[in-house]
T-cell receptor, first 113, second 115 residues
Framework: SQKIEQNSEALNIQEGKTATLTCNYT??????LQWYRQDPGRGPVFLLL?????KEKRKERLKVTFDTTLKQSLFHITASQPADSATYLC????????????FGTGTQLKVEL | DGGITQSPKYLFRKEGQNVTLSCEQN?????MYWYRQDPGQGLRLIYY???????QKGDIAEGYSVSREKKESFPLTVTSAQKNPTAFYLC??????????????FGAGSRLTVL
């Protein structure tokens, strides 16, 4: 079966450093990988998406990479700030899978002063 | 401002009762979704609807029911048949279509607790 996995352990980093979060998938490459941010008790908010034929996307301090050989997407936040502390979710859509998203469990990021 | 409104924010239910969670969107999106979120688990798809008067089961539809009589509204009923209904429920919408990136816009969520 198709799986999408994120590190369940929280990631603690110091302010100003780059945070790197990992999303791994099994079997077929997704047509799209999306990244969302979720704050406690709130709904997720879309951040970035990357297509299977793209290697990298950027938006301000955010960068997403997609490696179909490793079956992995990395999500980077440069110059991290305490306000970046949240849970980050990755989600995939498969080619021919209609428009259903499958989400990972999310990784909690804590940026400390 | 356009968005998705879920209500109530918090809901308590006695065992054996049905409850209905409301979801309304004014984004003119065709597709709407219901997800359930439990601690340590990803969002799991309950039901989705790509067009008015049509909906499909997701991965964990047992014990739930939905309707899609209007484009703007997609209420979810948690029935007494749902064995473990305590969870955080998220409604989402998207422009829709079979192909494409299908970016979701989520509501703020409804937390259901069974007493």
């Amino acid at each position: 079966s198709q799986k999408i996995e994120q590190n369940s352990e929280a990631l603690n980093i110091q302010e100003g450093k780059t945070a790197t979060l990992t999303c791994n998938y099994t079997n077929y490459s997704p047509a799209y990988l999306q990244w969302y941010r979720q704050d406690p008790g709130r709904g997720p908010v879309f951040l970035l998406l990357i297509r299977e034929n793209e290697k990298e996307k950027r938006k301000e301090r955010l960068k997403v990479t997609f490696d179909t050989t490793l079956k992995q997407s990395l999500f980077h936040i440069t110059a991290s700030q305490p306000a970046d502390s949240a849970t980050y979710l990755c989600a995939r859509i498969l080619t021919g899978g209609g428009n259903k998203l499958t989400f990972g469990t999310g990784t909690q990021l804590k940026v400390e002063l | 401002d356009g968005g998705i409104t879920q209500s109530p924010k918090y809901l308590f239910r006695k065992e054996g009762q049905n409850v209905t969670l409301s979801c309304e969107q004014n984004l003119n999106h065709d597709a709407m979704y219901w997800y359930r979120q439990d601690p340590g688990q990803g969002l799991r798809l309950i039901y989705y609807s790509q067009i008015v008067n049509d909906f499909q089961k997701g991965d964990i539809a047992e014990g739930y029911s939905v309707s899609r009589e209007k484009k703007e509204s997609f209420p979810l009923t948690v029935t007494s048949a749902q064995k473990n209904p305590t969870a955080f429920y998220l409604c989402a919408s998207s422009i829709g279509g079979i192909s494409g990136a299908n970016v979701l816009t989520f509501g703020a969520g409804s937390r259901l607790t069974v007493l």
